[in-house]
């Protein structure tokens, strides 16, 4: 069964370094996007892209996150400069036409 | 307001129990409807969809959608144990590109 990918499924970095979390989404699907799960908390919208371009994003997604779909099947979040607070499951999740959101496993983020 | 609202539990059923969970929402403009499994540290595992109101069985699950009240419900039959997870309701609206979650409810069948 097609399923979203995602690796790392762990990442420890430092505060103020740059983190790129990547993404395969399921091969004929139109929607991406990115949400967050701090530990113990709701599964937040970070952002949606469809088209090579975002679609929409939430307060969340400041000026230290973008997205980017560098080719056909990949499809990254990086921060630039990352937070303590930027520590959270990451999960990307992907449709095609059809409103069923399907997700990946998560990366673990941890920013020490 | 929330735009979505689910106990947060936790809820604890013995084995076999019927379960029922719940959200309710705000935004009228919602017209699709999911529930979502999501075991400890994994992501969320789509378990049902339906649209706009109505009923929808799969299994031992039943998805109701009541619109006129913005309400929702998952119900659980034969409850197991491998259905201790949380529960997220999720919602979009017609064209709308965000899924809204509720913050799930926290589910342990007790053997």
């Known amino acids: 069964e097609p399923e979203v990918t995602q690796t790392p499924s762990h990442q420890v970095t430092q505060m103020g370094q740059e983190v790129i979390l990547r993404c395969v989404p399921i091969?004929?699907?139109?929607?991406f996007y990115w949400y967050r799960q701090i530990l113990g908390q709701k599964v937040e919208f970070l952002v949606s892209?469809?088209?090579?371009?975002?679609?929409?994003k939430s307060e969340i997604f400041d000026d230290q996150f973008s997205v980017e779909r560098p080719d056909g099947s990949n499809f990254t979040l990086k921060i630039r400069s990352t937070k303590l607070e930027d520590s959270a499951m990451y999960f990307c999740?992907?449709?095609?036409?059809?409103?069923?959101?399907?997700f990946g496993s998560g990366t673990q983020l941890s920013v020490l | 307001q929330k735009e979505v609202e689910q106990d947060p539990g936790p809820l604890s059923v013995p084995e076999g129990a019927i379960v029922s969970l719940n959200c309710t929402y705000s935004?009228?403009?919602?017209?699709?409807f999911m529930w979502y499994r999501q075991y400890s540290r994994k992501g969320p595992e789509l378990l049902m969809y339906?649209?706009?109101?109505g009923n929808k069985e799969d299994g031992r699950f039943t998805a109701q959608v009541d619109k006129s009240s913005k309400y929702i419900s998952l119900f659980i039959r034969d409850s197991q144990p491998s259905d201790s997870a949380t529960y997220l309701c999720?919602?979009?609206?017609?064209?709308?590109?965000?899924?809204?979650f509720g913050p799930g409810t926290r589910l342990s069948v007790l053997p």
């Open positions: 999740a992907s449709i095609r036409d059809d409103e069923k959101l399907f």
């Open positions: 091969s004929n699907h139109l929607y």
């Open positions: 892209f469809y088209n090579n371009e975002i679609s929409e």
């Open positions: 935004n009228s403009a919602f017209q699709y």
């Open positions: 339906t649209y706009s109101s």
């Open positions: 999720a919602m979009s609206a017609p064209g709308g590109q965000n899924f809204v």
